[in-house]
Nanobody, 119 residues
Framework: QVQLVESGGGLVQAGGSLRLSCAAS????????MGWYRQAPGKQREMVAR???????NYADSVKGRFTISRDNAKNTVYLQMNSLNSEDTAVYYC?????????????WGQGTQVTVSS
């Protein structure tokens, strides 16, 4: 069974840092893009950062210069380093990956990890 397992969320003070990790497991033939999305209470889910299989990245304007996405292809893992956190970063963060498994290419999602920034 293919799954994405996130870790690293928690409570942090404004100005602090957190690092999220997401590992894909199961029978996986290929991983295309991987990324992080977030959803704050009462808001729609939004893209935070994505990284392609070749390492190209893109970020939401609100996190540029503060967040860094990276991936370790050998470990099927994507990371999100979050610095200079503020209260607007409070949300549930979801990992996303485009995977080819025994099924054709499709999106997979993690269960979400809560990030809370206290002011």
């Amino acid at each position: 069974q293919v799954q994405l397992v996130e870790s690293g969320g928690g409570l942090v003070q404004a100005g602090g840092s957190l690092r999220l990790s997401c590992a894909a497991s199961g029978i996986i033939f290929r991983i295309n893009a991987m990324g992080w999305y977030r959803q704050a209470p009462g808001k729609q889910r939004e893209m935070v950062a994505r990284v392609t299989s070749s390492g190209a990245t893109n970020y939401a304007d609100s996190v540029k210069g503060r967040f860094t996405i990276s991936r370790d292809n050998a470990k099927n893992t994507v990371y999100l380093q979050m610095n200079s956190l503020n209260s607007e970063d409070t949300a549930v963060y979801y990992c996303n990956a485009e995977l080819v498994t025994i099924k054709p290419l499709r999106d997979y999602w993690g269960q979400g990890t809560q990030v809370t920034v206290s002011s």
